[in-house]
């Protein structure tokens, strides 16, 4: 709701009769929010949400057992829809769509009194409108125009404004097709890596399986190399990746571009900067291949130049491997619903932590093993 838009009224009895996956409200004391969009985003799960649908939920966003963060609270004023009535008594107040109505017909009116932009402008900026309560004549970024090259003026205030997290799309280009470029639907990564981690476990697996592989220690001593230590050189791979995601999330992505540097501050925005400004933005959870098969790449060129060549690729697959679940994983923290007191359950509330509250801690994703020994671990809180 625009903040200029007076507040519409809802009684009691309307509120609790949106308790559903289809219509979610809950309150903040006299304040009516609807949800429904947030429901599969609850890191404590929407069954948390839904349990208290059309109620007062002060007392769970101060908690205990959870304390929300600032941020959550800012997000939370996103789905902000109006006030509560309490003094309507028996009588109904207006009912949703008459007041829709109204409010249509009052935009109309005051439309055709100011001059507003034409009825084809709004439709195109609807998906922006729909999502978010962001002031779009008061924050430091104008959203209906591309963001890349924007967010390199805001210098000191620019990490302060990334880590306020908005639930509103993104354009990073105006150009259509360096614009679709940056996005990737989630299936693309196992369609396109997957097969390449079959082929090479095969061709790893069915090499070793000849007998004639074998590690030279010095110029008189070698080792024959036995099919059966393939599992264990693919599980070295996958844990090696383990703490590659940890160093590229932690020192990459979450680096400080210095405030003076206008390209660093766009580089860092394009990497995962605008990932934290819009986190459930499904069409940037998981790396473009074109830019994933640098990373591969580079991963596979080391390891064969560093151990005998079939050595080096059983470990490179065991790593991409790793990489096809870390980026399946980051995707479904974000949108699955796992179930209460799972493993998943408990890293996902970790990563949604990350998100909103602790962004210079939590770089683990598919673990949080690497967070342990660098103390970055972020305080264990129940939801």
């Not at 966003?61 to 309490?86: C, K, V």
């Not at 150009?175 to 061709?203: I, Q």
């Given at each position: 709701?625009?903040?200029?838009?007076?507040?519409?009224?809802?009684?009691?009895?309307?509120?609790?009769?949106?308790?559903?996956?289809?219509?979610?409200?809950?309150?903040?004391g006299?304040?009516?929010?609807?949800?429904?969009?947030?429901?599969?985003?609850h890191?404590?799960?929407?069954?948390?949400i839904?349990?208290?649908?059309?109620?007062?939920?002060?007392?769970?966003?101060?908690?205990?057992?959870?304390?929300?963060?600032e941020?959550a609270?800012?997000?939370?004023?996103?789905?902000?829809?109006?006030?509560?009535?309490?003094?309507?008594?028996?009588d109904?107040?207006?009912?949703?769509?008459?007041?829709?109505?109204?409010?249509?017909?009052?935009?109309?009116?005051?439309?055709d009194?100011?001059?507003?932009?034409?009825?084809?402008?709004?439709d195109?900026?609807?998906?922006?409108?729909?999502?978010?309560?962001?002031?779009?004549?008061?924050?430091?970024?104008?959203?209906?125009?591309?963001?890349?090259?924007?967010?390199?003026?805001?210098?000191?205030?620019?990490?302060?404004?990334?880590?306020?997290?908005?639930?509103?799309?993104?354009?990073?280009?105006?150009?259509?097709?360096l614009?679709?470029?940056?996005?990737?639907?989630?299936?693309?990564?196992?369609?396109?890596?997957?097969?390449?981690?079959?082929?090479?476990?095969?061709h790893?697996?069915?090499?070793?399986?000849?007998?004639?592989?074998?590690l030279?220690?010095?110029?008189?001593?070698s080792?024959?190399?036995?099919?059966y230590l393939?599992?264990?050189?693919?599980?070295?791979?996958w844990?090696?990746?383990s703490?590659?995601?940890?160093?590229?999330?932690?020192?990459?992505?979450?680096?400080?571009?210095?405030?003076?540097?206008?390209?660093?501050?766009m580089?860092?925005?394009?990497?995962?900067g605008?990932?934290?400004?819009?986190?459930?933005?499904?069409?940037?959870?998981?790396?473009p291949?074109?830019?994933?098969?640098?990373?591969v790449?580079?991963?596979?060129?080391?390891?064969c130049?560093?151990?005998?060549?079939?050595?080096?690729?059983?470990?490179?697959?065991?790593?991409?491997?790793?990489?096809?679940?870390?980026?399946?994983?980051?995707?479904?923290?974000?949108?699955?619903?796992p179930?209460r007191?799972?493993?998943?359950?408990?890293?996902k509330?970790?990563?949604?932590k990350?998100?909103?509250?602790?962004?210079?801690?939590?770089?683990?994703?598919?673990?949080?093993?690497?967070?342990?020994?660098?103390?970055?671990?972020?305080?264990?809180?129940?939801?």
């Amino acid at each position: 709701m625009s903040p200029s838009t007076s507040p519409l009224f809802f009684t009691e009895r309307e509120v609790a009769r949106h308790s559903t996956k289809d219509s979610c409200w809950v309150l903040l004391g006299t304040r009516v929010y609807d949800v429904t969009s947030f429901l599969r985003m609850h890191p404590g799960g929407e069954a948390l949400i839904l349990g208290r649908s059309g109620k007062d939920v002060i007392r769970e966003m101060e908690g205990p057992p959870h304390r929300h963060s600032e941020n959550a609270r800012l997000w939370m004023e996103q789905y902000y829809i109006g006030e509560l009535n309490r003094d309507s008594g028996a009588d109904e107040a207006q009912t949703l769509r008459e007041r829709r109505k109204a409010g249509e017909q009052t935009a109309g009116e005051t439309g055709d009194e100011t001059g507003d932009e034409p009825a084809k402008e709004e439709d195109e900026k609807a998906d922006y409108n729909r999502c978010s309560a962001v002031d779009l004549d008061k924050d430091l970024v104008d959203w209906r125009k591309p963001l890349a090259w924007q967010v390199g003026h805001l210098g000191e205030k620019y990490d302060a404004w990334v880590h306020q997290p908005v639930d509103r799309p993104i354009r990073l280009f105006g150009n259509p097709l360096l614009e679709a470029s940056t996005k990737t639907s989630w299936y693309w990564v196992p369609v396109v890596w997957l097969p390449v981690v079959f082929y090479f476990t095969w061709h790893c697996y069915t090499t070793l399986a000849k007998g004639t592989t074998r590690l030279n220690l010095t110029s008189g001593i070698s080792v024959p190399i036995h099919k059966y230590l393939f599992p264990l050189l693919f599980l070295m791979g996958w844990f090696l990746w383990s703490f590659i995601e940890y160093c590229i999330h932690r020192f990459v992505f979450h680096m400080k571009p210095p405030a003076h540097n206008y390209y660093l501050i766009m580089i860092h925005f394009l990497l995962h900067g605008q990932h934290h400004k819009s986190p459930f933005d499904g069409s940037r959870l998981v790396f473009p291949p074109g830019l994933a098969s640098l990373v591969v790449g580079s991963f596979y060129l080391i390891l064969c130049s560093t151990l005998p060549e079939i050595l080096g690729t059983s470990v490179f697959v065991g790593g991409l491997c790793g990489y096809v679940v870390y980026d399946m994983i980051h995707y479904y923290l974000h949108y699955g619903s796992p179930k209460r007191g799972s493993y998943m359950y408990g890293l996902k509330a970790y990563h949604v932590k990350h998100h909103f509250e602790h962004q210079r801690a939590g770089f683990g994703i598919s673990s949080t093993f690497w967070d342990h020994p660098f103390n970055t671990v972020i305080p264990n809180e129940k939801f």
